[in-house]
Structures are given as C-alpha cells and as structure tokens.
C-alpha cells in the first residue's frame, strides 16, 4: 500500500527540535519496514485556524509504502502519544494521486536544480 502523511510539530519548538520530530517519525517507518518514496519539510506556516493556542506550525510530509497493515495504527499512536505533534492526517494513495504525487516531486526537483544553477553562475 501507498500512503502520504502529513504532520504538523508545535512551533514552540525549534527549526532544529522539529527537524528531530521528523527524524524520530522517519525512523519508525524504517523500523517497521517502510519504503519512504519521499519526506518533505515545509517549513514553519501559520494555521487556518488555532490549534492549542497556536497560530503556525512546522508542516512534515512523508510518503511511503508498506506492506504492514498494522503501520498505520501503530504510527497515529504514536503521533497521539506525542506532545510535539499538533496534528496530521494519513491517507492511502490511489494510482491517479500516486501519479499527481510523482509529477509534484520531479517539478520540485526542476525547481532546486534551477536555484543552484543560479547560485554557482
């Protein structure tokens, strides 16, 4: 099966204690035999709409396979057990948004290759 989550880590934190949110996050997946496709970090935004008093958060996606079809359970536990994560959402991704998800990465990939070309000019 293929699955997106995204997760939202409080903004109390600092850039590097979320990056380390994300690490931890990363290596559960691994740990449970997880094919991570493709992690993602946002970066710091502001909500719609206040969570806990918050008004931003540091935003994480990872994509994945996994064949385990107790992953999913066990990794939202692990999200809910968890103090520095705000939120997230997991959904399983059908061919047309594996497909979508496929096209987003290689326009992201253009993107960073185009901002180093013009840092080394």
Not at 6 to 30: C, R
Not at 46 to 52: D, F
Request: proline share 1%.
């Amino acid at each position: 099966m293929h699955y997106e989550t995204v997760f939202i880590v409080n903004p109390v934190l600092s850039e590097e204690q979320a990056g380390q949110t994300a690490k931890k996050y990363e290596d559960f997946l691994k740990s449970k035999k997880a094919d991570i496709i493709s992690k993602e970090s946002w970066g710091l935004k502001k909500l719609a709409y206040s969570i806990e008093k918050k008004k931003s958060g540091f935003y994480f996606l990872f994509e994945f396979k996994s064949s385990n079809e107790d992953l999913i359970s066990d990794f939202e536990l692990d999200f809910k057990r968890d103090e520095r994560v705000m939120r997230w959402i997991t959904v399983k991704l059908d061919k047309h948004a594996i497909a979508y998800s496929e096209k987003r990465r290689e326009r992201l990939q253009k993107k960073e290759e185009k901002k180093k070309l013009k840092i080394n000019k």
